[in-house]
């Protein structure tokens, strides 16, 4: 602060200074306080006079007195305006990012010496015009109609993107999991304002916001590795950060050889998959990250992976294989409301010209079912069915007589339990969506 003081030609006092950040008990971190800690000492020691009484300043300085770019300007713009605050002063590649919060004055702050002219009148800063980008589809670089073959996975698809269920893909090495896992966000629903609003927040938090799209328009997609750690996963860290449960939040989140992930992280998914938001509790406080994701797992039948293939012959003993299926848990499995085979593609389709159908047409009968969905649930902070409570399914998923017989003679045969009983209701209640039936 002092060398940005001295090289914008401003006098930084020799006298002592103290400089109180309130409240003491909230872990500072990182430079968005250089702005506001010089505007002070220029508003003390009188070298600017401002009525800052409802405005908020945030930015890095440089040595040479230029505002530098901070993450989480989303959320602190938001937090501001939550505290009537009128105004917001920003660094300018900030500017955008600020300006997406409906009744907030943005101030693009250039440099230390900018800001200076703007306090004494002779060179004001104009507030940021926000101008959203138009509203053209976003191109996804998978599209249904590149996968030849899997009509019935397809479908699977499908569904899930209409009802936001999790997903467990199963099948040789080779067979399409991870290019279909691909293409459902081009399937998938166009996000609303709201949505957008939010997922931006949390790239903004984490630092992962391009600096040329303040508005994150289209839905996540994250493929982690499996030997990602257990913060780079859940979140966390020293100060607790957002990891890819919550950076797939609206979106998918793409699990591939999911066995190959540690039993831990596996484990670790259960509870943000049923309660969409994760705490992470640190000495320095807890934090809650929304996590709302549609989980899509891809997994091969064994460790050769050509366990049960009709063509090519299997090298696992039988206990290699089930010690292979067994380190995903029940608990886990019970939570993924379908599983599918996905089986090798014959050559005759494999070599057919012809394409199949594109995202475009399914995304607008998924569109048509999340429509059903978002009238169904007006007035409650549910988007789709997968999100549905024991409430709201005892309310919007009654089954007829011929029904309620097979799901019995299924309960009892299959040994399913109440979270299977009550995912197959909601899993059923997408299919009528879809079909457009009540």
């Known amino acids: 602060v002092r060398a940005a003081l001295v090289n914008s030609n401003l006098v930084h006092p020799s006298a002592r200074l103290t400089v109180n950040?309130?409240?003491?008990?909230?872990?500072?971190?990182?430079?968005?306080?250089?702005?506001?800690?010089?505007?002070?000492?220029?508003?003390?020691?009188?070298?600017v006079s401002a009525d800052l009484s409802d405005a908020g300043l945030v930015g890095e300085l440089s040595l040479d007195g230029q505002v530098r770019t901070v993450t989480g300007v989303l959320p602190m713009a938001v937090a501001a305006k939550e505290r009537g605050m009128a105004t917001l002063?920003?660094?300018?590649?900030?500017?955008?990012?600020?300006?997406?919060?409906?009744?907030l004055e943005v101030i693009p702050v250039a440099s230390l010496a900018s800001l200076v002219g703007h306090f004494h009148g002779y060179a004001p800063i104009p507030p940021y015009e926000h101008s959203l980008m138009d509203d053209e589809p976003p191109v996804y670089p998978v599209d249904f109609s590149d996968v030849k073959g899997q009509e019935h996975v397809k479908r699977a698809l499908e569904v899930a993107s209409a009802g936001g269920h999790n997903v467990l893909m199963g099948g040789p090495p080779g067979a399409g999991k991870t290019l279909l896992a691909r293409a459902v966000p081009?399937?998938?629903?166009?996000?609303?304002?709201?949505?957008?609003?939010?997922?931006?927040?949390?790239?903004?938090?984490?630092?992962?916001?391009?600096?040329?799209?303040?508005?994150?328009?289209?839905?996540?997609?994250?493929?982690?590795?499996?030997?990602?750690?257990?913060?780079?996963?859940?979140?966390?860290?020293?100060?607790?950060?957002?990891?890819?449960?919550?950076?797939?939040?609206?979106?998918?989140?793409?699990?591939?050889?999911?066995?190959?992930?540690?039993?831990r992280l596996l484990e670790m998914l259960r509870q943000p998959m049923e309660d969409k938001q994760l705490t992470i509790a640190r000495s320095a406080g807890s934090l809650t990250f929304p996590c709302n994701f549609m989980l899509i797992g891809a997994m091969n039948p064994c460790p050769c992976g050509w366990y049960g293939d009709p063509v090519r012959e299997c090298t696992c003993t039988h206990s290699m294989v089930s010690r292979y299926q067994k380190r995903i848990s029940g608990p886990l499995l019970d939570r993924i409301d379908i599983h599918m085979e996905v089986p090798r593609v014959k050559y005759e389709k494999l070599s057919d010209e012809r394409l199949g159908e594109p995202s475009s047409?399914?995304?607008?009968?998924?569109?048509?079912?999340?429509?059903?969905?978002r009238q169904r649930f007006e007035g409650t902070p549910l988007l789709s069915n997968a999100d549905m409570g024991p409430a709201e399914v005892r309310e919007f998923c009654p089954v007829d007589g011929a029904g309620n017989s097979l799901l019995q003679a299924a309960m009892q045969q299959l040994h399913m339990s109440a979270r299977a009983y009550h995912r197959i209701l909601k899993l059923a209640r997408t299919i009528a969506d879809l079909a457009g039936s009540e």
């Open 21 to 47: 950040l309130a409240p003491a008990d909230l872990r500072k971190e990182g430079p968005a306080y250089d702005l506001p800690i010089a505007v002070g000492i220029l508003l003390a020691t009188q070298q």
């Open 89 to 103: 002063y920003v660094p300018l590649a900030n500017a955008a990012e600020a300006a997406l919060v409906h009744g």
């Open 186 to 263: 081009s399937i998938l629903p166009r996000m609303t304002f709201e949505e957008s609003l939010t997922v931006t927040k949390i790239y903004s938090v984490a630092g992962q916001l391009p600096p040329d799209i303040p508005l994150i328009r289209h839905r996540p997609y994250r493929a982690p590795h499996h030997t990602i750690s257990f913060a780079g996963l859940v979140g966390g860290g020293k100060i607790p950060g957002p990891g890819e449960i919550s950076l797939a939040h609206r979106g998918v989140l793409f699990l591939d050889e999911l066995p190959e992930f540690g039993t």
């Open 361 to 373: 047409a399914i995304q607008a009968r998924v569109e048509a079912a999340r429509e059903r969905q």
